[in-house]
Nanobody, 124 residues
Framework: QVQLVQSGGGLVQAGDSLTLSCAAS????????MGWFRQAPGQEREFVAG????????YYADSVKGRFTISRDNAKNTVYLLMNSLKPEDTAVYYC?????????????????WGQGTQVTVSS
């Protein structure tokens, strides 16, 4: 059984930074691509960032490009999302996700395993 356990999140002010972590158990994090998604109230879940198996490929949503950085430590089976220059519109529940293949997809349908979600609230 694969489990993704998230940590981090919370309430911050606009312009602040925050790091989310997602630790995988029951599988090696090097098994496949991982990603971060977010869902604001009343909105669909949207892709934020993804990283491939070997960390030599990343992909970001335009809304976070240049502000967020995704990384992974396969030795620790953990993926991170460093969020800088946070804006109120970044407020959402953030989810990490994992898939078996190495390629990054922006559609949630391609990801098999999901973290429990963590709230990020950015006040203006």
């Amino acid at each position: 059984q694969v489990q993704l356990v998230q940590s981090g999140g919370g309430l911050v002010q606009a312009g602040d930074s925050l790091t989310l972590s997602c630790a995988a158990s029951g599988r090696a994090s090097s098994d496949g691509a991982m990603g971060w998604f977010r869902q604001a109230p009343g909105q669909e879940r949207e892709f934020v960032a993804g990283i491939n198996r070997n960390s030599d490929g990343t992909y970001y949503a335009d809304s976070v490009k240049g502000r967020f950085t995704i990384s992974r430590d396969n030795a620790k089976n953990t993926v991170y999302l460093l969020m800088n220059s946070l804006k109120p519109e970044d407020t959402a529940v953030y989810y990490c996700a994992a898939r078996s293949g190495s390629l990054i997809y922006s559609s949630a349908n391609w990801y098999t395993y999901w973290g429990q979600g963590t709230q990020v609230t950015v006040s203006s």
